[in-house]
């Protein structure tokens, strides 16, 4: 039992990362060379359907790295790869439209989004500051401590438990604007959201992590909380 909590759950989460990561890079890399019929580049996809929605004054950006792709909210800005801004691939115009899925998510004031933004600074803090308390807990046998640390833990958590609905209807919301505005055909929606699906699994493993990696700090020092 001892060895299934120090390693046998951290082992477990850290397959279902790696799983997950090495799944998302096979898919992009998959139909990264699958190129669009209509030929469409990421920008190109992206541009049409935030000008569609009335989104006009948004910039659409090249970033650097590989699927660093994002929407800021701050700065109303959708930054996307330079594989995805240039290229006109399965790949490219999937993730350019679940950018904009964030914009549109933005616009609509979806909740889930604002409540995703509040916890933001929060769930920065915990994620420096929460195995730094654990640490010092440990070195100083301060127990308060420790539990402020595994607090940290629940609040990264439930940062994960919040933006997973919000790439889910990112998601939803791209694949509806590449079927209604017939940017990919029916063959090609099919593969945009196998590509998608996969990126979702990734935050699907990242809370199935956190909670691994929860339930584990607790019955550690919840147990060394009994053994005094």
Request: glycine content about 6%; some cysteine; aromatic content about 10%.
């Amino acid at each position: 039992m001892n060895f299934f909590i120090m390693y046998g759950l951290t082992i477990i989460a850290l397959v279902l990362t790696l799983g997950a990561q090495f799944y998302i890079m096979h898919s992009y890399k998959k139909y990264k060379e699958v190129k669009s019929a209509k030929g469409m580049t990421g920008f190109d996809v992206a541009r049409h359907i935030l000008d569609k929605h009335g989104l006009e004054k948004i910039y659409i950006v090249e970033t650097e790295g590989e699927l660093t792709d994002h929407y800021d909210p701050t700065s109303k800005v959708v930054r996307l790869s330079s594989d995805i801004y240039h290229g006109d691939s399965i790949a490219s115009i999937s993730v350019a439209a679940h950018e904009c899925g964030h914009a549109i998510q933005d616009k609509e004031d979806y909740q889930f989004m604002r409540i995703r933004h509040t916890l933001v600074p929060f769930a920065n803090v915990s994620s420096y500051g929460g195995y730094i308390a654990i640490l010092l807990g440990v070195l100083f046998s301060m127990t308060s401590l420790i539990w402020m640390g595994i607090l940290a833990e629940v609040i990264i958590l439930l940062f994960q438990l919040v933006t997973l609905p919000v790439e889910i209807d990112a998601s939803m919301r791209a694949l509806k604007e590449l079927e209604t505005e017939k940017i990919l055909k029916e063959d090609e929606l099919g593969d945009s959201k196998t590509m998608l699906t996969a990126a979702a699994l990734t935050y699907v493993a990242s809370v199935a992590s956190s909670v691994l990696e929860l339930i584990r700090l607790i019955l550690i020092f919840g147990r060394n909380d009994d053994d005094q």
